[in-house]
Nanobody, 120 residues
Framework: QVQLVESGGGLVQPGGSLRLSCAAS????????IGWFRQAPGREREGVSC????????YYSDSVKGRFTISRDNANNTVYLQMNSLKPEDTAVYYC?????????????WGQGTQVTVSS
């Protein structure tokens, strides 16, 4: 089966760091752009970051630029989101998804999400 699984979330204090993983099974990621999204309670899903299939192009929302870094390891069929200097407003469920391109293309396959909570 085609499946994406997010992991690495947890409870962290403000200023701390987490590294999220998006692992694929049933297919290979090397031909897909991968986006990270988040959804906080009562809010719509927000795009956070995206990386092209080759890894040559990356995108970040203004709220996370300079703090988050997206990367991919196609040999291990995994995409990562390194999150540094975390803030309480980063608290959300984080999802990864596949698309043909980071922009102008729908994200069709989604994982189940991993919870990130930033709190003292």
């Amino acid at each position: 089966q085609v499946q994406l699984v997010e992991s690495g979330g947890g409870l962290v204090q403000p200023g701390g760091s987490l590294r999220l993983s998006c692992a694929a099974s049933g297919f290979t990621l090397d031909q897909d752009a991968i986006g990270w999204f988040r959804q906080a309670p009562g809010r719509e899903r927000e795009g956070v970051s995206c990386i092209s299939s080759s890894g040559g192009t990356t995108y970040y929302s203004d709220s996370v630029k300079g703090r988050f870094t997206i990367s991919r390891d196609n040999a291990n069929n995994t995409v990562y989101l390194q999150m540094n200097s975390l803030k309480p407003e980063d608290t959300a469920v984080y999802y990864c998804a596949t698309a043909l391109r980071c922009s102008g293309s729908p994200f069709g396959s989604w994982g189940q999400g991993t919870q990130v909570t930033v709190s003292s």
